[in-house]
């Protein structure tokens, strides 16, 4: 349940959304102009891998910290790998297997307005936050805008924040507040365009896995 939250969360993506023109006093850049970069970038990225490290804080629990490899492909390939999941699709199968109980769970790939896809926030660009600038930072010593957003209407994310590396316009980090947690997501050693393998996005379990097809 919980690694479904997180995933479910991983939207963190989704979220360079704008259509503001507020001004920061740091170099005299607005917060529009930062998505239009941020946008510029993505638009040219055809596959990406990425580190990451995620942190979800429920409101009467602990925090609880896992790390994992995003690997994503346009149009609608993806895999998540992390310590004891590893979600796959090619966009028509998708896979979930946890090595822990020895079991994968194989299904139609299913595209809906609330299902996960990081391709869909990586490559597309829904206006549906308001986004402020609202200063600099710094990520492992690189310098970063921070933007603050908020939802158009009311839903599930109440609130984030995003960073976005000067050097690069890449999304380095964000955090997402719902009703229900808080989540904090770090995106490091970012590779575009090294011509992942259509094969990466398949999977074949493990002598001895249990299957449940649910086609």
């Known amino acids: 349940m919980i690694f479904k939250i997180i995933l479910s969360n991983l939207v963190v993506f989704a979220l360079f959304f704008t259509n503001s023109a ?5 170099d005299n850049i607005t917060a529009q102009e930062v ?5 510029s970038k993505y ?11 995620q942190t979800i804080k429920f409101n009467k629990s602990k925090a609880q910290t896992s790390s994992g490899t995003l690997y994503i492909k346009k149009e609608t390939k993806y ?4 310590g004891t999941q590893t979600i796959v699709t090619d966009g028509g199968t998708s896979w979930s297997y946890t090595p822990g109980k020895k079991q994968v769970v194989i299904d139609n790939y299913k595209e809906t307005g609330n299902s996960f896809s990081p391709n869909k926030y990586l490559f597309q660009y829904p206006e549906n936050f308001y986004s402020d600038l609202t200063g600099s930072d710094k990520i492992s010593g690189k310098d970063v805008y921070v933007l603050s957003l908020k939802p158009r209407e009311s839903g599930y994310v109440k609130s984030a924040k995003l960073w976005v590396g000067k050097d690069d316009w890449m999304i380095k980090k964000i955090v997402i507040v719902t009703d229900e947690s808080t989540s904090t997501y770090t995106v490091k050693n970012i590779q575009t365009n090294t011509g992942l393998s259509n ?6 379990p493990p002598e001895g896995t249990e299957v449940i097809d649910m086609r």
């Open 22 to 26: 507020v001004f920061s006093q740091d």
């Open 35 to 39: 998505i239009q970069n941020v946008q």
């Open 43 to 53: 638009k040219d990225i055809t596959d990406a891998t990425a580190s990451f490290t």
């Open 79 to 82: 895999r998540i790998e992390t």
């Open 199 to 204: 094969s990466k996005f398949t999977f074949s």
